[in-house]
Nanobody, 126 residues
Framework: QVQLVESGGGLVQAGGSLRLSCAASGRTFSDYRMGWFRQAPGKEREFVTTISARYGTTDYADSVKGRFTISRDRAKNTVFLQMNSLKPEDTAVYYC???????????????????WGQGTQVTVSS
């Protein structure tokens, strides 16, 4: 079992920045690829970004590329999401997720993650 706890959400003006954190506990952190997803009101949960377990390889949704950065601190078992140049359309509940590294399915899909955090609200005002 892996427990994930997000923090760092809040209200920010357009153009501002926020940094989300996801603290992991339980199984070995290095055995899991980590991801961030988001869900806006009335919309499906969507992929934002992911970071691989061993080499820190990252991938981003086109909508956040160049503005968001994912990173992980192995010593602290924590994943971060630095969000810059925020837009009102970034408003959503942001979720941290973990998936075992031996999974061969797509990491873009919400159904292919094994553990989820409770989410943290990010609101960007115009």
């Amino acid at each position: 079992q892996v427990q994930l706890v997000e923090s760092g959400g809040g209200l920010v003006q357009a153009g501002g920045s926020l940094r989300l954190s996801c603290a992991a506990s339980g199984r070995t952190f290095s055995d899991y690829r980590m991801g961030w997803f988001r869900q806006a009101p009335g919309k499906e949960r969507e992929f934002v970004t992911t970071i691989s377990a061993r080499y820190g390889t990252t991938d981003y949704a086109d909508s956040v590329k160049g503005r968001f950065t994912i990173s992980r601190d192995r010593a602290k078992n924590t994943v971060f999401l630095q969000m810059n140049s925020l837009k009102p359309e970034d408003t959503a509940v942001y979720y941290c997720a973990a998936r075992r590294i031996n999974r061969g399915d797509s990491y873009y899909s919400t159904g292919n993650y094994d553990y989820w955090g409770q989410g943290t609200q990010v609101t960007v005002s115009s």
